[in-house]
Nanobody, 127 residues
Framework: QVQLVESGGGLVQAGGSLRVSCAAS????????MAWFRQAPGKEREFVAY????????TYTDAVQGRVTLSRDNAKSTIYLQMNSMKSEDPAVYYC????????????????????WGRGTQVTVSS
């Protein structure tokens, strides 16, 4: 059984910063690649950021490039998504996900490549 539990969501002002976390537990090893997706009301779930198991490879969607940093602490089985300069298009439910294999840039953006998903954490941006 694998569990991914997101935390850190909440309300942030436009231009502000927020860090969301995802803690993994159960039958999941530090070899898993992990990623964040987000889904806004009425929209498809979309890719945000990806990190391979040792943190040496990261991929970001263009919409967050330069504003977001994804990192991981394998000792804590946790990944962190630091979001800065929050914009009106950032509000969504943010989902953590894990894959047992490393993914190239194209595959990392496909939700079907991932095996486990968290329940999400809500991020809201006020203007």
């Amino acid at each position: 059984q694998v569990q991914l539990v997101e935390s850190g969501g909440g309300l942030v002002q436009a231009g502000g910063s927020l860090r969301v976390s995802c803690a993994a537990s159960g039958s999941i090893s530090s070899n898993y690649a992990m990623a964040w997706f987000r889904q806004a009301p009425g929209k498809e779930r979309e890719f945000v950021a990806y990190i391979n198991w040792w943190g040496g490879s990261r991929t970001y969607t263009d919409a967050v490039q330069g504003r977001v940093t994804l990192s991981r602490d394998n000792a804590k089985s946790t990944i962190y998504l630091q979001m800065n300069s929050m914009k009106s298009e950032d509000p969504a439910v943010y989902y953590c996900t894990a894959s047992p294999t490393s993914l190239d840039r194209n595959a990392a953006a496909r939700s079907t490549e991932y095996m486990y998903w968290g329940r999400g954490t809500q991020v809201t941006v006020s203007s």
